[in-house]
């Protein structure tokens, strides 16, 4: 009942940047929590950022100071802007969105199909 579609990887080279996009869509009352992930083969998915219906931010440490997460206008977009990449960002990027379901009020946590990131000369 709820959509995400990413967009935005790539290849990139070393101190490179990124933006990675994320919008949801389907049957949405409200969006709490919408954030980005990784994993890498063999390895778990691990956070990287998260945004709250608020505002308030929070980070993986090892993407501090690097990566920031943003929401658009609509509120049903986000975003993470990938500065200074280095190799061990390589990695698949996940967007996960938790909210409300419109027609029940039902909560959700959605994940979204997933992009590559690639950093490497």
């Known amino acids: 009942q709820v959509q995400l579609v990413e967009s935005g990887g790539g290849l990139v080279q070393p101190g490179g940047s990124l933006r990675l996009s994320c919008e949801a869509s389907?049957?949405?009352?409200?969006?709490?929590?919408m954030g980005w992930y990784r994993q890498t083969p063999g390895n778990e998915r691990n956070l990287v950022a998260v945004?709250?219906?608020?505002?308030?931010?929070n980070y993986g440490d090892s993407v501090k100071g690097r990566f920031t997460i943003s929401r658009g206008e609509s509120k049903k977009t986000v975003y993470l802007e990938l500065n200074s990449l280095t190799p061990e960002d390589t990695a698949v990027y996940y967007c996960?969105?938790?909210?409300?379901?419109?027609?029940?009020?039902?909560?959700?946590?959605?994940w979204g199909q997933g992009t590559q990131v690639t950093v490497s000369s």
């Open positions: 389907g049957r949405i009352f409200s969006i709490l929590d």
């Open positions: 945004i709250t219906s608020g505002g308030n931010t």
């Open positions: 996960k969105v938790s909210g409300i379901t419109d027609g029940g009020y039902r909560s959700f946590h959605s």
